[in-house]
């Protein structure tokens, strides 16, 4: 468990608080694992450059299922299931540019990381040449990807805004069932 702990904090550790083996269940023979009522952390969103700020989170319920037993031809699948959030506008006197500079920079090594493991980064020809030499891992690593599908069901997302309009507060949300 010690490692499933490690490896789900490096891949959700950005958007997930307080990650621990008493919500998580763990079948890797079966290649299932589920993890339950996950607090999302306030930043969830802040990659995508919008305007507002998570107050609060939760995620209800998140499933990996692993198919290791034919890994190369069935797919990964993730499903997200009971997604709340409330979000409110973003102040400008909560702007900090430094800070901003530091997570723009860090959110672009991340994705220059994952383009290197996905062998975007190299000219098309080079590319093609490892892709002939490439191992089976690598194959695999590329197949696995290849086929991941994601489910997202049920969403809720609340905007409160008491602050821009002090006289006129509103609300609205939005939901999606699937």
């Known amino acids: 468990s010690g490692l499933t702990a490690h490896v789900l904090t490096k891949f959700l550790g950005d958007y997930v608080e307080g990650l621990d083996t008493k919500n998580t ?59 709340v959030l409330l979000c409110g506008p973003k102040m400008p006197s909560e702007y900090n540019e430094e800070e901003a500079l530091i997570k723009e920079f860090n959110t672009k090594m991340k994705q220059l990381a994952l383009a290197a493991l996905l062998g975007l980064d190299k000219p098309e020809a080079e590319a093609v040449q490892e892709e002939q030499a490439a191992g089976y891992f690598e194959k695999m690593t590329a197949k696995i990807i ?19 309009r002090p006289l006129c507060p509103f609300s609205w949300g939005l939901t999606i069932d699937h």
């Open 25 to 83: 269940e763990v079948s890797l023979m079966s290649g299932t694992c589920v993890l339950n009522n996950l607090k999302l952390k306030k930043e969830v969103l802040r990659n995508i450059h919008l305007p507002l700020q998570v107050r609060e989170g939760a995620l209800g319920k998140l499933t990996l299922t692993i198919p290791w037993k034919s890994i190369g031809s069935k797919p990964t699948v993730i499903k997200i299931e009971d997604v």
């Open 146 to 164: 290849d086929n991941i599908q994601v489910f997202v069901r049920n969403i809720h997302i609340r905007y409160e805004d008491g602050e821009t």
